[in-house]
């Protein structure tokens, strides 16, 4: 499987991005403005935005297109279908409540069977969970010295609306499918579909 190994920092500051929306706490300390070049093209600009988006859930052009054609037969505007799609991911729900530092910690505490879903063991991180759907961090994980650092770590993390937490039992319950406002980036994904229909 190919990896991004570029410094998170570094790729957020070039896309314009808070660390802190890739569970990264440490802040940039260099003049976010100082490289940044007077003219940007169209195509700049889109191809920017799609980037952002991979950068974020941190996945591959291939997978990602995928969602995008799965956002596209959905009914509704296909970019807020394709931000739903990707917040619903199990390794970024994991991610949304807490249970992992950031997104690509999640993918592979999923990978590693520590989570349920409806009571029974899933180990795929692109796992898309439905409205109902119970994800809760299994009982041989909840006694892992790991989970413990990780839980206090994210103590204060604000958990969004569409999922309903249980911190003590360490589970969650999916009320509804994200939307765009429960985003805590911005995004503008006109851009990326504008960019994919050329």
């Known amino acids: 499987m190919a990896v991004n190994k570029e410094p998170i920092l570094k790729r957020c500051r070039y896309l314009g991005i808070s660390p802190m929306v890739m569970g990264v706490a440490q802040e940039s300390k260099r003049n976010p403005d100082a490289n ?71 993918r592979q505490l999923v990978s590693h069977g520590h989570f349920n879903v409806n009571g029974h063991r899933v180990d795929i991180p692109s796992y898309r969970v439905k409205p109902g759907d119970v ?26 609306t569409w999922i309903d937490m249980d911190k003590e039992a360490s589970s969650g319950k999916i009320n509804r499918l994200p939307v765009k406002s429960d985003l805590d980036y911005e995004i503008e994904e006109h851009l990326i579909v504008e960019l994919y229909s050329k």
């Open 36 to 106: 940044k070049r007077k003219k940007v093209s169209e195509y700049g600009v889109q191809l920017k935005e799609k980037q952002k988006l991979k950068f974020i859930y941190g996945m591959l052009e291939k997978q990602f297109r995928h969602y995008f054609e799965l956002a596209e037969k959905m009914e509704g505007q296909a970019g807020e279908n394709l931000i739903t799609l990707l917040e619903s991911r199990l390794d970024n729900v994991v991610f949304r409540m807490g249970l992992a530092s950031t997104r690509r910690e999640s």
């Open 135 to 160: 994800i809760e961090l299994r009982e041989n994980s909840k006694k892992s010295e790991k989970f413990k650092q990780v839980i206090e770590l994210t103590n204060g993390r604000i958990v969004p």
